[in-house]
DNA sequence: GCCGTGGGTCTGTTCACTGAACCCAAACGC
DNA sequence: GCGTTTGGGTTCAGTGAACAGACCCACGGC
């Protein structure tokens, strides 16, 4: 995107488009707190060109939203996996689903406290334990099933702990 | 923005995206929130150019965020203004604002219930009453002087309801 | 009539997004 | 050993969006 910043916008709102503005980020980060890790898990569930991929995961490393960590299993490759600052990204990621939910289309996942199981709130709080979990302590699990058959989306359709990591296909 | 649609993804988040994802939109919707109204006022306010103001004012309008009004005080002049739609993005604005807050820079605003005076609190509660107010239940006022020096920019620095429509310049 | 202002549209340039091709290192099949 | 596949990229050309600035038209003031 042709300059990503808004230089003259003294406001922290523009400062935070600057990071999560651009076209995919938000994606992938909400891919983030689902548990994804890996390029090509990202790569296979967004239908993302890799050049913008790349591109993005860097910028988001370099933004302190996620850590890229060598990859145990494999030598040579990356797990990408969200910093306290890319967690903190959840209420905003929280917000759009429930506006997209009521005002463009019926949502396909649920998310509830994983410490009671009630169902949060448009606000992302427990309405039982009155309290607002952070994505570590959240469950979801799909509503209905998607039109996407992508490996982390066939993984996707079991109820998990969010930011449990998904699988190797 | 290439391709502003996310076909492949059947979630509500890239349908939210779909609409308020492209550069300079949710700024747009937070000035709106604010109080602007005027074709002039905007641009005046966030520098961008014309013809973009005007792509965006028009795809407001069409996805039904923002209604075009005829400007009783001057034919041919337009109003724009918040459908409950539009309004009903302030939780998404809100916790982008906090997070930019909390990890880029300080913010310049605070919010408070009109109800009782008593600042939001991240989750855009009121501590004191227990409810998430709208933006027209909510009072807003500069925590200092900002950068700009445009018309907005000076009637924002009095304090005033959300939505409540800015002075004529 | 002339000028200034609001609210645009038009134009040419710059630059980001895109898919496809290419590359290299590690793992795998045999 | 050797050829192939896979992951994780980079490079490339084409396209379309963002941008600044020029232009345009309707209205109001004088």
Not at 89 to 98: A, E, G, T
Not at 146 to 167: G, I, W
Request: a neutral charge; aromatic letters at 6%.
């Amino acid at each position: 995107m042709l300059g990503k910043d808004y230089e003259g916008q003294d406001c922290a709102l523009a400062r935070a488009l600057e990071v999560v503005g651009e076209r995919w980020t938000l994606l992938i980060v909400r891919d983030a707190l689902y548990g994804v890790r890996r390029f090509n898990d990202f790569q296979a569930h967004l239908d993302i060109p890799k050049a913008i991929l790349s591109g993005r995961l860097n910028g988001l490393v370099d933004d302190g939203i996620v850590d890229r960590l060598p990859d145990p299993d494999h030598r040579g490759r990356h797990l990408y996996h969200l910093t306290q600052a890319g967690k903190d990204l959840w209420p905003v990621i929280h917000s759009l689903l429930v506006w997209g939910d009521r005002y463009r289309e019926g949502s396909c996942r649920v998310f509830q406290h994983a410490g009671c199981g009630t169902p949060l709130d448009d606000r992302g709080t427990c309405p039982h334990c009155k309290v607002a979990p952070g994505p570590d302590d959240i469950l979801t699990k799909p509503l209905r099933r998607t039109s996407r058959d992508d490996p982390v989306a066939r993984s996707l359709r079991r109820p998990h702990r969010m930011l449990d990591p998904v699988p190797e296909a």
